[in-house]
């Protein structure tokens, strides 16, 4: 079971071992059949690749974002104007609300906020719910804005992700840009990566094929 480190992406396994498993393959019948040893084909391997990017890629604006107090401050700010209470129907309240707080967002400096307010609507019933805290929150001045608060439903709660320290000695609790779920998925990935490269390099050289005639029949 010694390991060769010399050539990692020809074997990690020794000439011995490599031997051994040659023999093994001959000696051994699996089902009617006899183990051969080729490569991975390239187009798998470049599905494999395309795949991981795509995923990425695809998912890179939505993956783990939640709502924040900032996307629905402007919907607050106006829910309680004339031109909000005179609409019949809840519905049509939040189709005003929502294209009122879009326009604002356009404008801002975090050009996150259109997209997120797309994803993330939110009901009449739980913004007349959460609405208060947020105007709490504002009128506070307290050391976190209404960007690293998170609304959840009807509540409105620090957010859970920590980042940098700041000069008052606080964690940051804004979400990055590039979302803290991205650290998670770039370990497991790296992980599967990593030890399937450690598994097949483990085999001998696809260049060494058994000899199917010394097979036991």
């Known amino acids: 079971m010694a390991w060769k480190l010399d050539n990692p992406l020809y074997s990690l396994a020794d000439d011995q071992e490599n031997k051994a498993t040659i023999e093994t393959w001959q000696r051994e019948k699996h089902g009617g059949l006899w183990e051969s040893n080729n490569r991975l084909p390239y187009p798998v391997t470049f599905l494999i690749g395309l795949i991981i990017v795509t995923a990425f890629l695809v ?9 924040s107090a900032e996307l629905y401050a402007p919907m607050v700010e106006l829910m309680d104007s004339p031109e909000v209470q005179q609409k019949a129907t809840k519905e049509e309240k939040m189709a005003y609300l929502t294209e009122r707080a879009m326009e604002i967002h356009k404008s801002a400096a975090d050009t996150r906020l259109p997209g997120l307010l797309e994803r993330h609507p939110i009901s009449w019933e739980d913004l007349q719910l959460a609405a208060p805290h947020i105007r709490e929150i504002k009128s506070a001045n ?5 960007e690293s608060y998170t609304v959840v439903g009807d509540q409105v709660v620090l957010g859970n992700f920590e980042g940098s320290y700041r000069p008052d000695g606080l964690r940051e609790r804004t979400q990055p840009w590039w979302d803290k779920g991205y650290t998670i998925d770039l370990l497991y990935v790296s992980y599967f990566v990593i030890t399937m490269v450690l598994v097949c390099k483990r085999l001998p050289h696809f260049t060494q094929k058994p000899d199917m005639s010394k097979a036991v029949k």
Request: hydrophobic share 20%; charged share 15%; aromatic share 14%.
């Open 142 to 146: 307290g050391p976190y804005g209404l």
């Open 59 to 67: 998912t890179k604006p939505i993956w783990g974002q939640r709502p």
